[in-house]
Nanobody, 120 residues
């Protein structure tokens, strides 16, 4: 059974930064593609960033140049550094194993997520 625990969210002013963490349990996660996703109120969940085991990365156009995804396979942890935050980044953020680097294809059950609110 694979579980994900997201943390690091909070309330931040526009232009601010946050670093999210995703701790994963389960086997063989170091050889999988991991993704960060978000869901804003009234909107569908979207794929924000993905990273392969070898470090290949892909970002949604809306976050390119502002967000950075990284991973530490020894700690089974994936990070999302978010800079220059905008009000439209407000959402609950989740992580999960993703099937590929391009489409929203989560493989396991969702964790609780972590709330990010960007507001002045």
């Amino acid at each position: 059974q694979v579980q994900f625990v997201e943390s690091g969210g909070g309330l931040v002013q526009p232009g601010g930064s946050l670093r999210l963490s995703c701790a994963a349990s389960g086997s063989a996660l170091s050889i999988t593609i991991m993704g960060w996703y978000r869901q804003a109120p009234g909107k569908q969940r979207e794929l924000v960033a993905v990273i392969s085991s070898g470090g290949t990365i892909n970002y949604a156009d809306s976050v390119k140049g502002r967000f950075t995804i990284s991973r530490d396979n020894t700690k089974k942890t994936v990070y999302l550094q978010m800079n220059s935050l905008k009000p439209e980044d407000t959402a609950v953020y989740y992580c999960n194993r993703n099937l590929n680097l391009y489409t929203l294809t989560p493989q396991y059950s969702w964790g609780q997520g972590t709330q990010v609110t960007v507001s002045s």
